[in-house]
């Protein structure tokens, strides 16, 4: 299986997909940790990828979805962004948006109080 067919199995078969440096309990550079945080922080249930294991899928997942950098995050197999877009989606409530309209569980009060800390 190449790393593109990965990929794509990863994605399209589970619900929401971050690909980050390290693990959702452990990253390994800041901008996972953010994106990593802002899901654990709000209660996502999300599948982790921790693209240092293996140099195949952390190139592979540039070239998937033609985006430069990782942290990378997917929402039912869309591609929605990297650390800067989910940091301004969530401070904009977009990220809400995005979760709700997927039925995707969440902590709005965590959210909300997420904005509130950073408004």
């Known amino acids: 299986m190449t790393a593109s067919d990965q990929i794509k199995d990863t994605v399209t078969n589970n619900t929401v997909v971050l690909f980050m440096k390290g693990t959702k309990t452990m990253p390994q ?18 599948t982790d990828v921790n693209v240092l294991a293996d140099d195949t899928i ?10 430069p950098t990782i942290p990378q995050l997917y929402v039912n ?11 301004e989606m969530t401070l904009s409530g977009e990220l ?4 709700t309209e997927n039925n995707i569980a969440f902590d709005q ?8 800390a950073n408004g």
């Not at 550079?29 to 999300?46: D, I, K, Q």
């Not at 197999?77 to 940091?87: A, K, Q």
């Not at 009060?109 to 509130?116: F, M, P, T, V």
């Open 29 to 46: 550079c800041g901008f996972s940790s953010r994106v990593a945080g802002v899901l654990n922080f709000m209660g996502v249930e999300y």
């Open 77 to 87: 197999g869309e591609f929605v962004g990297g650390c800067d877009i989910i940091t």
């Open 58 to 67: 952390r190139q592979g997942i540039k070239d998937y979805s033609d985006w």
């Open 96 to 99: 809400d948006t995005l979760l």
């Open 109 to 116: 009060a965590a959210a909300d109080k997420i904005r509130e």
